[in-house]
């Protein structure tokens, strides 16, 4: 089950994930809190996955989600801090040449 909080601050919006992100229920909420933003004129998205202990490919699809709604309002969406299975799991699926991933909220651009 995906647990998450987001705030929104300096036009950018910020979503603490935590636990499994595995279906489409957490993922629908947090698309909704996404396209609010959105609405509302902000253009970055900052994701932090430290506590994310899991993630398939519902998960993953939510995360391309994001990513394309962003960058189709010439914004950005960041991962920050995945843990070492997030890692392996963008790594193995080469999306992590997809996504910008930093390890701290000074990274954004």
Request: proline residues 1%; neutral net charge; hydrophobic residues 40%.
């Amino acid at each position: 089950m995906i647990n998450f909080t987001h705030t929104e601050q300096n036009n950018l919006l910020t979503l603490n994930l935590s636990g499994d992100l595995i279906g489409e229920t957490g993922g629908t909420a947090i698309l909704e809190v996404a396209n609010e933003s959105i609405a509302n004129g902000i253009k970055k998205c900052l994701v932090d996955i430290s506590d994310l202990r899991y993630i398939n490919s519902s998960g993953i699809g939510v995360l391309i989600t994001l990513l394309t709604k962003f960058r189709n309002k010439s914004g950005e969406l960041y991962l920050m801090k995945p843990s070492d299975s997030v890692q392996k799991l963008l790594v193995i699926t080469k999306l992590n040449a997809i996504f910008t991933i930093i390890q701290s909220e000074a990274e954004i651009k």
